[in-house]
């Protein structure tokens, strides 16, 4: 499976539009919100994954992990303020 990059620094919007399949692992993670159109263009345009996950309580590792088996590699991951 080809590698495909994830720039976390990137809001989920921006993600989802350059690659649908972000969706579906960002539903999978337990951001179910993320697949109604109205979120994603909404609190997806200002959102990183690192910020959903902290807001939603969900461990950003365990985020990360559903992106690696499916191909995808973390860049330009922003540090913890």
Same mark, same amino acid.
């Given at each position: 499976?080809?590698?495909?990059? @994830? ?5 989920? *919007? /921006?993600?989802?539009? /350059?690659?649908?399949? +972000?969706?579906? +692992? ?9 697949? =109604? $159109?109205?979120? @994603? ?8 994954? $690192? ?8 461990? &950003? !590792?365990? +985020?990360? !992990? &559903?992106?690696? @088996?499916?191909? *995808? +590699?973390?860049? =330009?991951?922003? !540090? /913890?303020?």
């Amino acid at each position: 499976m080809p590698e495909k990059s @994830l720039d976390l620094s990137r809001t989920i *919007y /921006e993600l989802c539009r /350059e690659d649908p399949a +972000v969706v579906d +692992v960002m539903k999978e993670a337990g951001f179910t919100e993320i697949a =109604n $159109p109205i979120m @994603l263009s909404t609190a997806g345009r200002v959102m990183t994954i $690192p910020m959903g996950a902290r807001m939603r309580g969900i461990p &950003l !590792e365990k +985020v990360l !992990e &559903l992106f690696r @088996l499916r191909g *995808y +590699v973390d860049v =330009n991951l922003p !540090e /913890e303020p």
